[in-house]
């Protein structure tokens, strides 16, 4: 599957650089995703508009033949019903809708029909003339440069209103510290390493030879990346190639010269690329957004029926911040976090930037009634922190390569609906997670049917994430398959009620004291609701631990399914009762627990023990798992309840069911050929 991917991001690689954008010479590093490529909708009936960055005037009518230059200058001018096309090609502006649309008759902003337009906060010298833009630095590290302009706008010490996880603020008292320009490579849009500090910039060695993790004293270089001088008002770069021992592939070995490879440089601290501030009834289709810094890079403010449809954004700390907004549609998008192939957990988060893909906030009234489908979520620290959004549907997307946290959906609320279902997620170090963000947040009672409901999911865990450099050179890059957890929190909190039934989960060895279903069985069971059924649980090595932890409340498992795969077929004894169940040494286990779990090989497709192989986790027709799972209560949603025939089947797919796709227009096979 990640062969195909490479393959996929070479070739939109192509048709991304001929959106408008100068051709390169070069080649920094192969882009990690599919680069977005023109979309072919008809154009919209009603009212049309047009503008070109290249030839367009302000000064015209926005007609086809005579089109407006700037989009801040078009927007001001749309009716509801109308549609504004951006012709393909750059366009550096800041983006703030004024106005709104009708329920029935929605305004859209859109790239025309087979172009690409990207909408960039940034600085273009960078990416225009970029051999102007640099210059050696004297006295400086091998490799680095530095502006032949001062930037003044990066040190007007803006707040902004994003935050990191759980409210903390990871600058504070330290904010000379703070990286306050961030950029890509734009001919494959791999991101640049925010550095915090000009030591780190110029180390030589990625090795973690620090004494702690906030250690400044000491030097780590992070991969090539940017660092502004507060002093000289300058932005310094440095892509000197990747020495850690074992990334292979990942490793950078591109261009060093930036005066040859056009970047992608973001634009001031603090700034939105786009707002979307207290207006209605608005369409976003098939446009690309970058050059954030430090900011959001979309802002969504106080605003009903949103709907981004094709759209890509790369970048931005977080790249969507969501506060008081409702009826929101996220579909056929993609967002690009922060982390290079060489970027890992320590390194974003103690010695760059900790960003997340999307927040929410906590606002009145509630972001709620969302809908999140056919998306890709990828590269990043932490993924997307929709806690703060009261009804959520989130299905059909693919989500990969997070080196900490993945889904928070927030502590226990009276009325929450949360729907999570037919979505593949991989490498993330913790998938399921949440942090306290005040004592005694959670009501002590929820409504009933209130929680998040998590079902027909494929959670691959095989292959681990970067979690850190290691401290001496490891060939065998043992140090990029860290192992996390399926579920686990930060602080403590009260969790909201969990019904976890009809997935998939694969992981490479032992969870963290052997907690049952890999962490769901072990974290956040205290003062809460869990329902877990009919899942399958499979373990590369070893075998499944079935310890719990103590203090569970209303805690139900029963109708899934253990294995290893090296090991079970020598494993002996009774599975389900082996001695050390942690919240049970001192009495058993409730009777009701786990009457009809097995510990038996389910008989995929296809699974070896390599963690980076293709696999296949379709039921084979004697698989011990079909019609072996329990009944599922009616009301909690099952997409595929019609197509499980007779007795539930275990697992996210019934046999002989036909895989979904994921991802944008469904490009991605849940297992690739």
């Not at 290079?340 to 893909?357: H, V």
């Not at 399958?536 to 109708?559: R, S, W």
């Not at 004894?573 to 286990?589: E, M, Q, V």
Request: net charge negative; hydrophobic share 35%; with cysteine.
């Amino acid at each position: 599957m990640l062969l195909l991917r490479f393959l996929l991001g070479a070739i939109a690689c192509l048709a991304f650089l001929n959106s408008g954008a100068p051709a390169f010479a070069q080649v920094s590093h192969p882009p990690m995703r599919p680069l977005p490529t023109p979309r072919d909708r008809p154009l919209a009936p009603g009212p049309k508009y047009f503008v070109d960055a290249q030839r367009g005037d302000d000064a015209h009518p926005g007609t086809q033949e005579e089109p407006w230059q700037s989009i801040a200058h078009a927007v001001r001018r749309l009716a509801p019903g109308d549609t504004l096309y951006l012709r393909g090609g750059i366009y550096y502006e800041q983006v703030i809708l004024p106005k709104s649309g009708l329920p029935d008759q929605p305004i859209t902003l859109s790239s025309y029909p087979g172009e690409l337009a990207v909408i960039d906060g940034g600085l273009r010298e960078f990416f225009e003339q970029p051999a102007d833009a640099w210059e050696p630095l004297k006295d400086g590290a091998p490799g680095e440069y530095v502006s032949t302009k001062t930037y003044p706008q990066f040190a007007s010490r803006e707040i902004v209103s994003a935050f990191p996880a759980a409210g903390w603020e990871p600058f504070y008292g330290v904010e000379d510290q703070r990286p306050l320009v961030h950029g890509h490579m734009a001919d494959s849009m791999v991101p640049l390493h925010p550095y915090r500090t000009l030591g780190d910039l110029r180390d030589t060695s990625m090795l973690w030879d620090v004494d702690n993790k906030t250690d400044q004293q000491a030097s780590v270089y992070c991969g090539p990346g940017v660092w502004f001088n507060r002093d000289t008002l300058r932005i310094h770069v440095r892509l000197a190639p990747t020495d850690l021992a074992g990334l292979g592939d990942l490793a950078y070995r591109g261009e060093t010269d930036p005066r040859r490879l056009p970047l992608s440089i973001s634009g001031p601290y603090g700034h939105e690329v786009f707002r979307i501030n207290g207006v209605n009834h608005w369409r976003l289709q098939d446009l690309v957004l970058r050059g954030g810094s430090g900011s959001a890079l979309l802002h969504l403010y106080g605003s009903d029926d949103i709907t981004f449809d094709g759209v890509t954004v790369f970048g931005g700390s977080p790249g969507l911040l969501a506060q008081a907004s409702s009826n929101v549609k996220i579909i056929d998008s993609a967002f690009r976090g922060l982390a290079a192939p060489w970027s890992s957990r320590a390194s974003m988060k103690y010695r760059g930037t900790p960003s997340y893909l999307i927040i929410t906030d906590r606002q009145k009234p509630e972001n709620h009634t969302w809908e999140i489908s056919r998306s890709e979520f990828t590269d990043t620290h932490d993924g997307l922190w929709v806690r703060y959004v009261r009804d959520l549907k989130f299905h059909h997307n693919y989500l990969d390569n997070f080196n900490d946290d993945g889904l928070e959906f927030g502590a226990r609320r009276r009325d929450q609906l949360i729907y999570v279902y037919q979505n593949y997620l991989s490498r993330c170090l913790i998938p399921l997670t949440l942090h306290e963000m005040e004592p005694d947040e959670s009501p002590p009672q929820a409504n009933a049917g209130s929680g998040v409901y998590i079902a027909r999911n494929i959670f691959d865990l095989r292959q681990g994430v970067f979690k850190k450099p290691p401290a001496a050179q490891d060939p065998q890059g043992t140090y990029l398959q860290n192992p996390g957890m399926l579920s686990s929190d930060h602080g403590g909190p009260i969790w909201p009620n969990y019904y976890f039934y009809q997935n998939t989960v694969v992981r490479s060895d032992s969870a963290w004291r052997g907690y049952y279903g890999f962490g769901i069985g072990g974290q956040g069971v205290r003062g809460t609701q869990r329902r877990v059924y009919n899942n399958i649980f499979i373990q590369i090595a070893g075998v499944p631990g079935i310890n719990f932890a103590p203090g569970m409340d209303d805690f139900l498992i029963d109708g899934n399914l253990h294995w290893g795969l090296v090991d079970g077929p020598k494993f002996a004894g009774d599975f389900l009762n082996r001695k050390g169940a942690y919240a049970f040494r001192s009495t058993p286990r409730p009777a009701s627990w786990m009457e009809h779990d097995q510990f038996a090989n389910p008989k995929f497709v296809r699974l070896t023990e390599d963690p980076r192989a293709l696999f296949d986790l379709r039921l084979q027709p004697d698989s011990p798992a079909i019609n072996a799972g329990i009944d599922v209560p009616a009301e909690w949603l099952d997409p595929l309840r019609a197509e499980d025939k007779n007795a539930p089947d275990i697992g996210a797919l019934p046999v002989g069911l036909k895989p979904w796709r994921i991802g944008i227009d469904g490009r991605i096979p849940l297992f690739a050929p």
